[in-house]
């Protein structure tokens, strides 16, 4: 596949940590709430999947943008904009929270942090949703406050994340629980901290507001990292896609709905809360779904998708699409995520999909596959 090149320029912004990452090696980008996000460091992907299941890996996450929402009204601007109760929420928390519109169609699928009553952010996929929450408080006439926060995060991934944390911050850090964050003392400076990350290997998220410290301390994780074999990294799409980790934009968008992804669990039609779209999902849910995103497997060693494949029956009939897919070791085999019609998304079900003008069977299977 041809390489292209990504111009730098004023619009296409570099994150607090970009001239470090690139001393380390980073050796491709893509594009992320109109920012640089690492995606390849020196070194074949399956080397790098392997590094983050058996070791730790620093991450520069500062792509994943936090929209703070704050004052008398905050609450119920969060609420409307999401389809799970955060009537309980607490401070010091972390929620998965998919974010909807008045359809009832994806408009992302942040973390939302709360950290007071009063005031919260928005941790988002790529899209956005400061627009979006502007033009609803505008509409509502709510009495808040919405910007983007400066924050840049980076990310410490993999199983042993925690014993570097705690070599690192001290042995307070391992109290804290999955999803869950904190503030944390490095140098006279706090930082927060959340126990997540974009992988299923363990780690947590250091969400940065003094640009300063958080390079000190980005430094002096690679300064006491070496006995844990630390080295850079970025999300790897192997392991997210063994995980059943979705990508917005990638696995599902503004075309999709909650229950066609799998987000049944954080779609809570039973509660008293007021949210865009909630009607629209009852429909759904009463009616059934058309379609839904799943697993398939595919009996090649190579793939590169950087657009949707077509799925269809032994009678060529269109039955779904692959959005996402990878060669993954452990399977021997590619393996993707699809959204899949009815009556063909059940594990199971069969296909077939072209590529290079071959025919190739694609057995459709759950999520995640690990």
Not at 69 to 79: E, M, P, R, T
Not at 100 to 119: G, T
Not at 272 to 296: A, N, Q, Y
């Given at each position: ?10 619009r ?6 970009t ?14 709430n109109?920012?640089?996000?690492p ?9 790098l999947?392997?590094?983050l ?38 401070v ?30 928005i ?8 627009l979006?929450a ?7 006439n ?31 850090i ?15 400076v ?74 049944e ?15 629209r ?15 398939v ?7 590169n998708?950087?657009?949707s ?7 060529g ?54």
């Amino acid at each position: 596949m041809k390489e292209y090149f990504i111009s730098k320029s004023r619009r296409l912004r570099s994150t607090s940590y970009t001239s470090r990452i690139e001393e380390q090696g980073v050796t491709a980008y893509t594009i992320y709430n109109h920012m640089l996000l690492p995606t390849r460091f020196g070194g074949p992907l399956e080397e790098l999947y392997h590094h983050l299941k058996e070791h730790v890996q620093v991450w520069d996450a500062a792509g994943q943008r936090q929209v703070e929402v704050n004052g008398k009204d905050s609450y119920k601007l969060v609420q409307l904009m999401t389809c799970r109760d955060l009537s309980k929420a607490k401070v010091g928390r972390c929620y998965y929270a998919p974010i909807i519109d008045d359809k009832a169609k994806l408009i992302n699928d942040p973390v939302i942090l709360k950290l007071s009553d009063q005031r919260w952010w928005i941790s988002l996929s790529d899209s956005d949703v400061e627009l979006f929450a502007k033009g609803i408080a505008i509409g509502k006439n709510f009495d808040v406050n919405i910007f983007e926060a400066k924050v840049d995060i980076f990310s410490v991934q993999g199983p042993k994340s925690f014993d570097l944390m705690e070599k690192v911050l001290g042995s307070k850090i391992k109290e804290l629980k999955f999803f869950g964050f904190d503030y944390y003392e490095f140098k006279g400076v706090k930082h927060l901290i959340a126990r997540s990350g974009w992988s299923k290997q363990g780690g947590f998220e250091v969400y940065v507001e003094n640009t300063q410290s958080g390079l000190d301390l980005y430094d002096y994780f690679f300064e006491i990292g070496k006995e844990f074999n630390l080295k850079p990294g970025c999300p790897n799409l192997i392991e997210r896609i063994e995980s059943g980790l979705l990508s917005y934009g990638n696995d599902f968008d503004n075309n999709d709905n909650p229950f066609e992804c799998g987000f049944e669990k954080y779609v809570n039609l039973d509660s008293d809360v007021s949210f865009l779209g909630k009607e629209r999902l009852r429909k759904i849910k009463k009616e059934g779904i058309k379609r839904k995103l799943m697993g398939v497997l595919i009996d090649i060693n190579k793939i590169n998708l950087t657009k949707s494949i077509d799925i269809k029956d032994d009678k060529g009939v269109f039955i779904g699409e692959i959005r996402s897919a990878c060669y993954s070791p452990h399977f021997k085999k590619v393996i993707g995520i699809a959204m899949i019609n009815e009556p063909y998304c059940k594990a199971s079900a069969t296909g077939t999909m072209e590529i290079d003008g071959k025919s190739l069977p694609v057995k459709v299977c759950d999520l995640p596959f690990i």
